[in-house]
C-alpha cells in the first residue's frame, strides 16, 4: 500500500473520528490499522496531525483573541514614536498620539483597530511592550565629576523636593567620551525641574566654566516658567565664582549635593541614562563641529520630551524588612504636570497649548532620528580627517 492511499484513510476518516465517541475511536482505530498495517500509537498522531491543519477540527477552548495582531501592531507605531519607553509611561499618552496622527493624516489603521487600542488596559500594554523591548542593555560610561576646592562656598540642600515650585531643577553634566576622558570632547548640560520634571539640555566642547555658564542661560531661555533654583552635584564646571555670582546678580538660588551621593540628584541623574545616553549612546564625540548639531538636535528633542514623552514620579518609599516598597504616581508627560500645577500662570499654560496643538510627536522623533543620523556622521567625518 503508497503512502498517498494511507493519508487518503485517514482524510476519509477523520471526521468519523474527531466526532466518534471514546469506544466510537477505538473501533474506529482497530479499523485503520487493521487496513493500513500502522500501529496504534502512529495511527493516533497520524490523526491528531491531520486534525491540526484541517479545518474540520473543533474551535480552541477558551476566550477568544480581543488584541489581534493589527491592534499589537498599531501600539508599537504609537511606542516607537512615544521614544520606546515602558508600558506604564506609553498607556496613559496613547489617546494624544492617536489624535495628533489622525489631525494631520497619519494614522493608518482601522476604526477597529484603534478603538481596542483606546480600550487596552495598562496590564495588557505593559505584556506588549516588555516584548517589543526585549534586547541588550547598553553600557555603562565613566564619570567626569570630580569634587572643587570651592565647594564650600555653595550650602548643601537634600531635600525635600516636594515643597519646591516648578522652576527649582536639578543639573549635571555628561561627558561624551567613550571609553576614556583624556583630551577635549563634548559635554551635555542637563537640567531637571524638579516638580514637573520638564527638561533643558545645552551640549558645549569641554567643560569650562563659561561655557557651563552660557549652557545654563540658553536652557534658562527655553524654559517656559522663570529659573529659580540650580542644584548640581559638586562638580568643578558648577561651583565656580563665575556661576555663583550670575546666580545671586539673577536671583536664582544656588544649592549642590553631598560628594559621592547620587541620590541627591536623582531627578537629573535618571535624565542622564534615559534621554542623553538614550538618544546619543556612549560615542565619542571629539570632533568640535558636532556641538552645533547635537545643539540643534536639543531644540527638537526638548520638544518632543517634555510634550510627548511621560514619565513617573516617586511618591513613597516604605521599608518592609530588607526591601523598599515605592509608589509612584500616573505616568504624565511634563506638559501635562505644568498644566496640572497650580503655581503656573494662566497665560503661561495658554502659551503652552496653543504650541502643543501644532506639535506631532511621528514628525517629531523622525527629526530626531534624522538629526541622529547627521551627528554620527559628522563625527565620523572627523575621525577620517584626523
Not at 498607556?91 to 489603521?109: C, F, N, S, T
Not at 516636594?162 to 571609553?179: E, I, L, R, S, W
Amino acid at each position: 500500500m503508497t503512502m498517498k492511499s494511507i493519508n487518503e484513510i485517514f482524510k476519509d476518516n477523520l471526521t468519523k473520528y474527531l466526532k466518534a465517541n471514546k469506544p466510537g475511536k477505538s473501533k474506529l482505530l482497530e479499523h485503520v490499522c487493521f487496513i493500513t498495517k500502522l500501529h496504534r500509537k502512529a495511527a493516533i498522531r497520524k490523526f491528531r496531525r491531520l486534525q491540526m491543519k484541517s479545518s474540520l477540527a473543533p474551535e480552541r477552548r477558551g476566550r477568544p483573541c480581543y488584541y489581534t495582531p493589527d491592534v499589537t501592531l498599531a501600539l508599537k507605531d504609537i511606542w516607537q514614536a512615544g521614544s520606546e519607553v515602558c508600558g506604564e509611561l506609553i498607556h496613559p499618552i496613547i489617546h494624544e498620539y492617536v489624535a495628533a496622527l489622525q489631525r494631520d493624516g497619519m494614522w493608518k489603521h482601522g476604526r477597529e483597530t484603534t478603538a481596542k487600542l483606546l480600550k487596552m488596559s495598562e496590564g495588557s500594554v505593559k505584556l506588549r511592550v516588555s516584548k517589543f523591548m526585549a534586547g541588550s542593555q547598553p553600557s555603562k560610561g565613566l564619570s567626569g565629576t570630580k569634587p572643587s576646592k570651592l565647594k564650600g562656598l555653595i550650602p548643601i540642600f537634600i531635600g525635600p523636593w516636594k515643597d519646591k515650585p516648578p522652576g527649582y531643577g536639578q543639573t549635571d553634566t555628561v561627558a561624551h567620551c567613550g571609553n576614556t576622558l583624556v583630551g577635549s570632547f563634548v559635554w551635555t548640560v542637563n537640567w531637571t525641574d524638579v516638580a514637573t520634571l520638564w527638561g533643558g539640555r545645552r551640549a558645549q566642547w569641554n567643560k569650562g566654566q563659561r561655557g557651563t555658564k552660557a549652557s545654563l542661560i540658553a536652557i534658562r531661555d527655553r524654559l517656559p516658567f522663570k529659573l529659580l533654583g540650580i542644584h548640581p552635584d559638586t562638580g568643578s564646571e558648577f561651583i565656580t565664582w563665575l556661576l555663583q555670582g550670575w546666580c545671586e546678580d539673577e536671583g536664582i538660588e544656588f544649592t549642590r549635593s553631598r560628594p559621592y551621593h547620587k541620590d541627591d540628584n536623582a531627578y537629573v541623574e535618571q535624565k542622564n541614562g534615559h534621554v542623553v545616553r538614550r538618544f546619543l549612546k556612549y560615542v565619542r564625540f571629539d570632533n568640535k563641529d558636532v556641538v552645533d548639531l547635537i545643539n540643534e538636535l536639543y531644540d527638537v528633542l526638548d520638544v518632543y520630551l517634555n510634550h510627548f514623552v511621560a514619565s513617573r514620579k516617586l511618591l513613597e518609599k516604605v521599608r518592609d524588612g530588607a526591601k523598599y516598597k515605592k509608589k509612584y504616581d500616573k505616568g504624565q508627560t511634563p506638559y501635562q504636570r505644568v498644566l496640572a500645577h497650580p503655581a503656573i500662570a494662566d497665560d503661561i499654560k495658554a502659551a503652552l497649548r496653543a504650541e502643543h496643538e501644532g506639535l506631532n510627536p511621528l514628525l517629531l522623533k523622525r527629526e530626531v532620528d534624522t538629526l541622529i543620523t547627521k551627528i554620527f556622521k559628522k563625527q565620523k567625518e572627523g575621525e577620517r580627517l584626523g
